[in-house]
């Protein structure tokens, strides 16, 4: 546990005034205020380290304190003792305010051990607030989205039983409400933000509902047309390959894409490349008859 | 409209400890809708989360509603934008597997 330079966290002198102090925490406020960035944890941080220095150097008594301790502040208890005996030290430093409920503050070792518990937040009253948005990060892998299902996560040592439905997109966020965090004297709790981070285990490539893949052609089915079999997501498919067909040729499978999201039974579409594949260590006579097609084309 | 789903602005006053101009001044901004239901003046449920953050804006940093009117039309748009960014990132995945 160290010691927090509270006048260095808002970026002030010792000798600062109380107006100082305030206009410098508005400053620092309403850069790291957790509603002005949402899903950023190191401004969330700075934020609270920003809260409690103003927390103590606003406070008259607690600023006193501090400044009279400062880095001996693990004995401050005893050296307040002292001085009471001593009848030198006048003002009682009870702990006033120690015993009052803030649930939406989170404060360092160091406050804790030199101030106590929470102490009255900057609202200054026992409002009731919704509690504050859990986010998690849960990674997939694509093919576990292609249909919907449920799982148990273990969020903050609670399980949670959540459905994930089919299609869910990458870093997309879903919110599970009343999952986050205890809400501040008795409002609300908070939601569970959910961020999927999904990892590609296919060989099929997705933009939105529809996925791409490219398929191997010999030359004898590109040319004279044939029936060849393609792998889908959810099976293989024949498929007819006309006579003539171009390297790079695409053609659509309707609704043999990805399943679209909270739209039951809809997919996208796949997309199949075609990609010419050319015989190698053709035998003497394949390069004979090679050189009489060449020759039936060029004349 | 189902009485259930408005929250009476007086109730909120009371449960925030905040004055009805504060819901007042937000609604002649258009920061807020208020409706009318049996002739009370309601907030929707589902805004109550963005009361609370309108509260905690005011409070927590001082900011007027013209403040606030732009703090959250900012949001809204980094929200947007930050949407448009993982789109594009997904598209862009695309080419990089």
């Known amino acids: ?299 | 409209m189902k009485t259930l789903e408005f929250i009476p602005i007086d109730d909120l006053c009371s449960h925030y400890e905040i004055e009805t101009s504060f819901f007042t001044q937000l609604s002649n901004l258009g920061v807020l809708e208020i409706k009318t239901v049996q002739s009370v003046h309601c907030i929707h449920h589902e805004k109550i989360p963005e009361v609370e953050k309108i509260i905690r804006l005011h409070q927590d940093l001082d900011l007027n509603f013209e403040g606030i009117d732009t703090v959250l039309n900012l949001l809204e748009k980094i929200e947007r934008l930050q949407e448009e960014l993982v789109k594009t990132k997904n598209r862009l995945r695309i080419y990089e597997e």
Do not use: C
């Open chain 1, 1 to 299: 546990m160290a010691f927090i330079d509270y006048y260095k966290v808002l970026g002030i002198s010792k000798s600062a005034t109380a107006k100082e102090v305030k206009a410098a925490y508005r400053k620092l406020a309403r850069k790291y205020h957790p509603d002005l960035n949402p899903n950023d944890k190191a401004a969330e941080q700075k934020f609270k380290e920003v809260n409690e220095a103003n927390e103590v150097l606003s406070d008259p008594e607690k600023r006193k304190k501090y400044d009279e301790y400062g880095k001996d502040w693990k004995h401050a208890d005893q050296f307040e003792q002292a001085k009471q005996q001593q009848g030198q030290y006048q003002q009682s430093q009870s702990r006033q305010g120690a015993s009052q409920s803030f649930e939406g503050g989170d404060y360092s070792d160091f406050f804790e051990q030199m101030f106590g518990g929470g102490f009255t937040g900057g609202r200054g009253r026992n409002v009731r607030f919704k509690g504050q948005d859990f986010n998690a990060d849960l990674e997939l892998n694509l093919s576990e989205l292609y249909e919907t299902h449920k799982r148990t996560l273990t969020i903050n040592g609670k399980k949670i039983r959540i459905t994930i439905p089919a299609g869910i997109h990458n870093e997309q966020i879903i919110r599970i409400k009343g999952q986050g965090g205890e809400g501040a004297n008795g409002g609300p709790k908070g939601d569970l933000l959910i961020r999927f981070i999904l990892h590609n285990d296919t060989p099929f490539k997705r933009d939105k509902d529809n996925l791409y893949s490219s398929v191997d052609l010999d030359l004898y089915t590109a040319l004279l047309g044939g029936e060849i079999e393609v792998k889908t997501f959810d099976g293989k498919v024949k498929l007819k390959v006309p006579p003539e067909t171009q390297n790079g040729t695409k053609v659509k499978l309707k609704s043999k894409g990805f399943p679209k999201y909270k739209k039951p039974n809809e997919f996208g579409d796949l997309y199949l490349t075609y990609e010419l594949k050319l015989p190698t260590k053709l035998s003497s006579e394949e390069k004979e008859l090679f050189q009489k097609l060449s020759k039936i084309r060029n004349t």
